[in-house]
């Protein structure tokens, strides 16, 4: 069998261009390398889908997350994927002109008393919200709105009064974020099967690493003989004959593009390198007294990162994070301590109560609330915009610095690459493609029931579609895990 594309990356990102291909009536297959789908940056994500505010005016980052965020209502429906259409507050706070892009600090909690520094500092933080509010608009939110301090504290009681304002963005949507790319997995296999003569072939395997040094492409008949190894004892070779490769390997985009090069000469080595940033996250419970958000909370962004969010998961518990911090590593995700610190720090400035920043009894800093923390290693890179490139000579596209908004610009990513890049490679042979019958999606199961069946299991799976899927998210897993939210009434 010649595949028409073989995409290499088992993320959100790689999931949807997969769904994207498969609707097309592309014959494609995805490669992930772990065991599991969506172990990497979409597994450690916050589960908020953003509007492109952030993004830089102009990029193809802005115009892909305004075409997912155009989508992403409809397919959550058709999906059955639960999400709370609840938009965010891009919040100022009088500590802001102190704290830098990615700390928080303790010594900046105390309140202003000079009225004449109040003023003056109230005239600067109106600019900068004034300044988001038009980059909203220019985003296209244009339902966008500067809210005053006492509306702020109307719309979110929890909040502290020391709030100085903000803009509410009501295009934003939270979302579980292992659901998501879930329903683009399970939709993708009910493609795949339509399309394929052979049933048996699963158009996702996982556990199959590529071994790029050992492949080769044939430039004159435009083939690519792909060569993947089985992860585990057997280490089973499997070579995959296919008309196009999509790198969408995620953090290490750059390293497969540099492997490919070695093979094909038309590729060029990468105009990016990845520059690892991690993200800490710290999550609590809710209990009865606990203030409960609606919307996202979240600071001014600047040129290089969103800032600390403070939100409520659909599953009622409040995250904390992330932080941008650079790191040479591509897998160091251990907790930081002195990082948990900040972020409580940030959480007990927000909510003007204490939140501490350890779930050990025996530490000063316990707070019995906390259920988890996690760190998510973001593909940064030098660029401030995606890195999708094609190398149409060698019949290569490597989707490469997808930071941190994969998520909320999955979908239009997945439509770009097919659309826009995959037809140039594929359709020049003159071959009609495989027309795909438009049936509606099998939708995923209720929460409640899934929740249900994951304890029951007790491994840490479910069953969905005659496939067995690990629930790779943190966010996922504590909420399921305490079944509270959605988890606990379907709603």
């Known amino acids: 069998m010649i595949y028409d594309t073989v995409i290499i990356g088992g993320g959100v990102v790689g999931l949807s261009i997969l769904h994207s291909s498969l609707l097309a009536g592309y014959n494609a297959i995805l490669l992930e390398r772990n065991p599991d789908l969506c172990d990497g940056a979409s597994g450690r994500n916050s589960g908020i889908i953003c509007t492109g505010v952030d993004a830089p005016s102009g990029s193809l980052e802005r115009a892909l997350i305004r075409d997912s965020i155009s989508r992403v209502r409809d397919f959550c429906v058709e999906h059955n994927v639960p999400m709370r259409e609840c938009g965010s507050l891009v919040c100022l706070w009088p500590w802001d002109d102190h704290d830098d892009d990615t700390t928080t600090h303790v010594e900046d909690e105390k309140k202003i ?34 809210l005053t301090s006492e509306t702020v504290n109307e719309l979110e009681p929890a909040l502290s009064s020391q709030c100085v304002g903000a803009v509410h963005i009501p295009g934003e949507i939270v979302v579980d974020p292992w659901l998501f790319p879930l329903a683009l997995a399970t939709h993708a296999r009910e493609l795949g099967k339509q399309l394929n003569q052979d049933k048996n072939v699963d158009v996702i395997q ?16 435009g083939i690519w003989n792909l060569v993947t190894r089985r992860c585990g004892k057997d280490n089973e070779e499997v070579v995959f004959k296919t008309k196009s490769i999509i790198n969408a390997a995620g953090i290490n985009s750059d390293l497969m593009q540099v492997s490919a090069s070695s093979v094909a000469s038309d590729i060029n080595s990468p105009t990016f390198a990845a520059r690892p940033r991690r993200g800490q996250y710290i999550v609590y419970s809710a209990p009865e007294k606990f203030p409960t958000l609606t919307r996202p909370i979240q600071p001014v962004p600047t040129d290089r990162t969103k800032g ?10 409040i995250v904390v994070g992330p932080t941008a911090k650079d790191q040479s590593s591509r897998t160091n995700d251990e907790i930081e301590r002195s990082v948990a610190k900040e972020l409580a720090a940030h959480a007990t400035r927000v909510f003007d109560t204490h939140m501490g920043s350890s779930s050990l009894q025996s530490d000063a800093d316990f707070d019995p609330r906390i259920v988890g923390e996690y760190v998510g290693i973001r593909p940064g890179t030098s660029k401030r915009d ?5 190398h149409c000579h060698a019949n290569f596209i490597t989707v490469g610095g997808i930071r941190s908004t994969g998520l909320s610009a999955s979908l239009g990513i997945g439509r770009h690459v097919v659309q826009s890049l995959l037809c140039s490679i594929v359709c020049q042979s003159g071959e009609k493609m495989v027309s795909v019958q438009q049936q509606a999606p099998t939708p995923l199961p209720d929460v409640v029931s899934l929740v249900e069946q994951y304890h029951c299991r007790g491994d840490g799976c479910i069953h969905v579609g005659g496939h067995e899927y690990r629930v790779t998210h943190p966010l996922t897993r504590m909420g399921w895990g305490a079944r509270t939210g959605i988890a606990a009434s379907g709603e």
């Open 206 to 221: 996982t556990g199959r690493e590529v071994v790029m040094d050992a492949s080769s492409f044939n430039a004159k008949e």
């Open 308 to 317: 600390i969010f403070v939100y409520s998961t659909l599953y009622n518990q």
């Open 113 to 146: 008393d000079d009225e004449n520094a109040f003023v003056t500092r109230a005239v600067s933080s109106n600019d900068k919200l004034k300044r988001v509010l038009q980059e909203s608009h220019v985003a296209g939110d244009n339902h966008a709105a500067l």
């Open 386 to 390: 995606y890195q999708i490139q094609l």
